[in-house]
């Protein structure tokens, strides 16, 4: 088992589009994603400019101890007070700790900032390592593809 990094989480910026695309459109990365397909550079700078105004969503990268960014967790608003969180680990960073770093974090900033309480993953049959990523955090399967973390309710910090 991979040690826990320290790393910085910070709110996402456009100086982080590229750096994202590239993520998302590595091979392992699709291969577990329910959206297999490359996304074309167009179509992601224009999400990505979209989603940092978005209130619905939260991007956050997380930067290791040298300050370069190793992930991103996003966190998007569903009914119900629901956050659906997925994580990207840069491709070159596997397998040493920080996803699970990254999630951990996320959490505890939607937690605090937000006063988030319920979180959902749709995770992919046979993608094991984001099972074992996410029940190492408390998350439970609940049904399908679906697994879920209830926190205590908090208050938010403004």
Do not use: Y
């Amino acid at each position: 088992m991979s040690k826990v990094q320290p790393i910085r989480l910070r709110c996402a910026g456009h100086q982080d589009a590229r750096d994202v695309f590239e993520w998302r459109n590595d091979p392992v990365t699709r291969a577990a994603s329910h959206e297999v397909a490359p996304v074309p550079w167009p179509v992601h700078e224009l999400w990505w400019k979209a989603s940092l105004g978005r209130a619905d969503r939260a991007l956050f990268v997380a930067e290791d101890a040298q300050g370069r960014p190793v992930g991103l967790v996003r966190f998007d608003a569903r009914p119900g007070g629901l956050w659906l969180v997925g994580v990207q680990v840069a491709p070159a960073r596997r397998g040493q700790g920080f996803g699970r770093a990254l999630l951990a974090a996320g959490v505890q900033r939607m937690a605090e900032r937000r006063g988030a309480s319920s979180f959902v993953a749709e995770i992919k049959d046979g993608n094991l390592a984001s099972q074992r990523l996410f029940a190492g955090l408390g998350f439970q399967p609940v049904e399908g593809l679906t697994w879920t973390l209830e926190l205590p309710a908090r208050r938010a910090v403004a």
